[in-house]
């Protein structure tokens, strides 16, 4: 005779997931049959395949075009990735040292991948390919990556992205609006003679500035350096979180800007005429660490090492 008898895991599943519908008021017995109806799912499907390798459009017929595309949609994926980690700690309640530390290594891990995937621009590129199909993506630059601009904003508090210039100035200012007037990425895309912003700026200023508004004034309190400040400034693990936290600020503030400053050079540096590839922007003075002296956590680094940022920062890098 044939056993009929229900395995009793089954019978608490069911017991619990009519319990979970029923909260909703739904029937679990239409949930059920639409199990049985459903198709299985496939890779393909799950990731979307077919659209993800659809999406490289190139506007020249150069073969390294597609490798431009596809490299720099990867970067915007892995900043996807990075603002995720942001996200989940802004929104945390009761955030614990071993979730912070965690989301510090996941997002450390995203930038040092990241940037040692420079290698497919800085080596992977035919120059005389690249010269020419850029010139047809003018004024475009990747200058223009909004959700850099957000990891940014969601790391450190606003005056951290002020120009250096204008840093002490606006020390103890409070409105964000006037802050990022003054953010230190806005001359990086402006005319080396003239001084007057280029089309790449006013392009991007006028979709996305309102955004990076919105976001800095939810993230006044709830940016990494707020959270640090606050949560885990005297934690009894306060040691290997500032570790980690030195790390992000090197990979982000130094080894990726140093991996698309030294591509732009072997590609854009001899000529002068060929800087106009970069969409106007004046990347030997904005991707340089040196330079801008961008620090999203300032108070954990020495003066010393502040005053060489970018140069005594590797040499004494914790990565």
């Known amino acids: 005779m044939a056993d009929n008898s229900v395995d009793p895991r089954w019978e608490e599943q069911l017991r619990k997931l009519q319990a979970r519908y029923a909260v909703m008021g739904q ?10 109806y459903s198709d299985y799912l496939t890779y393909w499907d799950y990731i979307h395949l077919d659209t993800l390798l659809s999406l490289q459009t190139p506007r020249t017929h150069f073969e390294d ?28 309640d009761g955030i614990r040292e071993d979730f912070f530390i965690e989301r510090l290594d996941r997002i450390i891990r995203y930038f040092r991948h990241l940037t040692h995937a420079f290698e497919i621009m800085s ?8 010269l020419k199909f850029r010139m047809a993506l ?3 630059s990747g200058f223009q990556s909004p959700q850099y601009r957000l990891i940014e904003i969601q790391s450190t508090d606003m005056i951290n992205l002020v120009s250096e210039t204008a840093r002490e100035e606006l020390r103890k200012e409070a409105d964000l609006r006037l802050l990022l007037e003054k953010v230190y990425w806005r001359s990086g895309a402006t005319e080396l003679a003239s001084g007057r912003k280029t089309l790449t700026l006013r392009q991007f200023e006028a979709r996305y500035m ?3 508004l919105k976001k800095s004034e939810s993230c006044r309190d709830k940016n990494l350096r707020q959270i640090f400040q606050t949560r885990f400034a005297n934690s009894t693990q306060r040691e290997e979180i500032v570790r980690r936290m030195r790390m992000y600020d090197l990979w982000a503030n130094v080894h990726w800007r140093l991996s698309h ?13 060929e800087i106009r590839a970069t969409g106007g922007t004046n990347w030997m003075k904005y991707l340089p660490p040196r330079f801008q002296r961008i620090i999203f ?14 140069k005594a920062a590797l040499v004494n890098s914790d990565s």
Do not use: C, N
């Not at 490798?67 to 945390?92: D, G, N, P």
């Not at 080596?123 to 690249?130: K, P, T």
């Not at 400053?261 to 005429?273: Q, R, T």
């Open 138 to 140: 003018l004024p475009s």
């Open 65 to 92: 075009e597609k490798v431009f595309i596809i490299f720099h949609q990867i970067t915007e994926l892995y900043f996807r990735l990075i603002l995720l980690e942001l996200e989940q700690v802004a929104s945390k």
């Open 297 to 310: 956590f300032p108070e954990l680094w020495s003066e010393s090492e502040k005053a060489d940022w970018g």
């Open 123 to 130: 080596d992977g590129l035919d120059r005389e390919q690249f």
């Open 27 to 36: 029937d679990l017995s239409s949930y059920l049959d639409g199990l049985l």
């Open 210 to 212: 309102e955004t990076f």
């Open 261 to 273: 400053f030294k591509s732009a050079a072997k590609y854009l540096f001899k000529d002068p005429e």
